[in-house]
């Protein structure tokens, strides 16, 4: 018995193929069709769960990234306090060490 990849048909030239046959290669392209369209929807289900992913990773940058300015801030007026100019001189400090 033929499969559908055992005949080739040219699309020009009129065929003589029983209808049993025909019905076999038509019910192989639907079988063939359905696998395909069930990949198909699996490979986009895929797609979907891996942008999700995506965008949850995004966030979490953007927030470690809030975070980290945060952080960076909080430091340099730590820095400040501890090795910068204090506001609490008083007019004789000047001469204290002199």
């Known amino acids: 018995m033929k499969t559908a990849s055992d005949i080739h048909l040219n ?3 009129p065929t003589s193929l029983p209808p049993a ?3 076999r290669i038509l019910e192989e392209k639907d079988h063939l069709l359905a696998d395909q369209e069930v990949r198909l ?6 797609l979907a769960k891996q942008q999700a992913l995506l965008k949850a990773r ?5 927030e470690q990234q809030k975070l980290l300015r945060l952080l960076e801030e909080q430091l340099r007026l730590a ?7 204090s506001s609490e001189k ?3 400090q000047g001469e204290l060490f002199d």
């Open 79 to 85: 820095r400040l306090r501890r090795f910068g100019s």
């Open 11 to 13: 699309p020009a030239a």
């Open 41 to 46: 929807s699996n490979q986009e289900a895929e």
């Open 21 to 23: 046959d025909l019905r």
């Open 90 to 92: 008083r007019p004789f």
């Open 58 to 62: 995004e966030a979490l940058i953007a």
